[in-house]
């Protein structure tokens, strides 16, 4: 019997490539707010997969409750909890900053990831076994100019991380955070509010990591075997050395 992994922001980069290299192995739990992306996925890997869709907003608790108590009983007992859904709104000084696109980025990417573990670890602990994968960033490891508080929303996703291995550990619970470097997703675009040519210069001269780069790392850690947890993993292109230093061609 196929385990059951729950993947959030599924609808497009990361997430939607962790859904579709976990698809042959796993029944997927598959939730974003865009529900015609989210339908299209689902009816892609029904051919590898049972499949179950969830549209809710993870900044919202009651949403988060609401919509995971409200799981089929085939669909209750969640082995692989993926916290992939966060964003990036606007870059600039600390006292430029606009209060709205601070909001979104601690709601989505650090107080999200808190509301959905919350509501399904306990199914773990009452289980003794799970493995819960963050989806983090080097920006919660080095913090970048005009970056403040997005970094600080994954400092925090960071810290929980840990906090939560600590706390699970007695229940056999395997926590992972994993930290990318520059990928070529959707992010940029957000970030830079649909500029196409601020969110095209982050990627260019380099050949950045994609989607996929981070669903391999998902499902190898996965794969360990049971006595084996793949704590926290760094990954970079090989163009980039660090948050801020990357050699790009002319």
Known sequence: MKKIAFITGATSGIGEAIARILAPDH???ICGRRKEKLAKLASELRAKSKVHTLSFDVSDATAVQSAIDGLPTEWQDIEVLVNNAG???GRSPIHEGELADWDAMIDGNLKGL????????????AKKSGDIINIGSIAGKEVYPEGNVYCASKFGVDAATKGMRL??????IRVIGIHPGLVETEFSMVRFKGDKQKSKSVYEGITPLYGK???EMVKFVID???HVTI??????????ASSTLVHRQP
């Open 224 to 226: 360990r075997p049971p």
């Open 114 to 125: 808190l509301y959905v573990t919350r509501v399904i670890s306990p199914r773990m602990v």
């Open 231 to 240: 704590a926290d993993i760094t990954i970079f292109p090989t163009a980039q």
């Open 213 to 215: 780069d981070i669903a």
């Open 87 to 89: 964003n990036a709104h």
């Open 167 to 172: 706390d699970l550990n007695p229940y056999g």
């Open 27 to 29: 029944s997927l739990i």
